[in-house]
């Protein structure tokens, strides 16, 4: 066989290995999931439980490795929310 042959076949076979995975990770969407719950807790003022709940989320994120976008919310998240609950310790002190 030709070495185009080989070539084609690699990629129909890399191609075919991509949409499987994607379609997996479609059904398994655990971190968007995570991400939805602990912003409807950032939301509603518990900020505890959003930090929990977006650690589990960047957990599961780094599992997969596939959601890069993400990861970087979660994380500016998880910056923020710890800025705010640190603040919030600070003030109760200062009174």
Same mark, same amino acid.
């Given at each position: 066989?030709?070495?185009?042959?080989?070539?084609?076949?690699?990629?129909?076979?890399?191609?075919?290995?991509?949409?499987?995975?994607?379609?997996?990770?479609? +059904?398994?969407?655990?971190?968007?999931?995570?991400?939805?719950?602990?912003? +409807?807790?950032?939301?509603?003022?518990?900020?505890?439980?959003?930090?929990?709940?977006?650690?589990?989320?960047?957990?599961?994120?780094?599992?997969?490795?596939?959601?890069?976008?993400?990861?970087?919310?979660?994380?500016? +998240?998880? +910056?923020?929310?710890?800025?705010?609950?640190?603040?919030?310790?600070?003030?109760?002190?200062?009174?």
């Amino acid at each position: 066989m030709e070495l185009y042959y080989y070539l084609l076949f690699s990629i129909a076979i890399l191609i075919a290995v991509l949409l499987v995975r994607y379609f997996i990770l479609t +059904k398994k969407n655990a971190p968007v999931r995570l991400f939805a719950e602990a912003l +409807k807790n950032e939301n509603s003022g518990h900020f505890a439980e959003a930090v929990i709940t977006y650690q589990n989320a960047l957990d599961e994120v780094k599992k997969i490795r596939f959601h890069s976008h993400l990861k970087n919310k979660i994380v500016e +998240k998880l +910056k923020v929310l710890n800025t705010v609950i640190e603040y919030g310790q600070n003030a109760r002190f200062i009174r």
